[in-house]
Each structure stands twice: as structure tokens, then as C-alpha cells.
Nanobody, 121 residues
């Protein structure tokens, strides 16, 4: 069992920045890949970014160049730095932990409770 707790959500103006954090606890020894999904009302859940324990990162095209994922393996924490935020980035952001398949796909096994990010003036 792995527990994930996100923090850092809130209200930010367009063009601003926000940093999210996610701390993992519990049986974290087997956790390999951590990432972030987001879901806006009425829209499908979208994979935002993920990073392996070795530091390999992938991003959705919609956030590439604006968002940066990082992690501190010693602290079992993953971060998402969001720059140049747009109203369309408004969503509930979910932290995930899981594995990377042999084909390169992120397969979340654990989910955080989500944190709301609202981009509005």
C-alpha cells in the first residue's frame, strides 16, 4: 500500500506559476515511476507528465515547455512546476505512482486525492 498526498494547489492568475508537491508514504520500496494526471470538469483525464526513478521524464504536448516534473527519491516526493499557466490548465491534479511498462507506458497503481488548480484572473 502506497499513500500519496498532494499539496500546492490553489488560485493563480494567467501567466503565473504554481508548484505542486506529492509525498509518497507506505510501501514505497517498489515504486518506480511517479507522475501527474489532471482532469477538468467534463473532460477526460489527461496524463500530464511522469518521471522514472532514474530521472527520465515525459510530458504531454499541451504542457511541454511550460511544466517541469522533478523528484527527490530520498524524500519519495515528486514535484510539478507549472509556468506560464493558462486558463485551460485549470483542473484537479492527481499524483500517481506506478511502473513503466516495457513499451514505455506509465501504469499508475496508486493515486493521490487530487489538488485543485484554478487559473483565472
Amino acid at each position: 500500500q502506497v499513500q500519496l498526498v498532494e499539496s500546492g494547489g490553489g488560485l493563480v492568475q494567467p501567466g503565473g506559476s504554481r508548484s505542486l508537491s506529492c509525498a509518497a508514504s507506505g510501501s514505497i520500496f517498489s515504486v518506480d515511476t511517479m507522475g501527474w494526471y489532471r482532469q477538468a470538469p467534463g473532460k477526460q483525464r489527461e496524463l500530464v507528465a511522469f518521471m522514472t526513478s532514474g530521472g527520465r521524464a515525459n510530458y504531454a504536448d499541451s504542457v511541454k515547455g511550460r511544466f517541469t516534473i522533478s523528484r527527490d527519491n530520498a524524500k519519495n516526493t515528486v514535484y510539478l512546476l507549472m509556468n506560464s499557466l493558462k486558463p485551460e490548465d485549470t483542473a484537479v491534479y492527481y499524483c500517481n505512482a506506478g511502473i513503466l511498462t516495457l513499451s514505455g507506458s506509465f501504469r499508475p497503481a496508486y493515486w493521490g486525492q487530487g489538488t485543485q488548480v484554478t487559473v483565472s484572473s
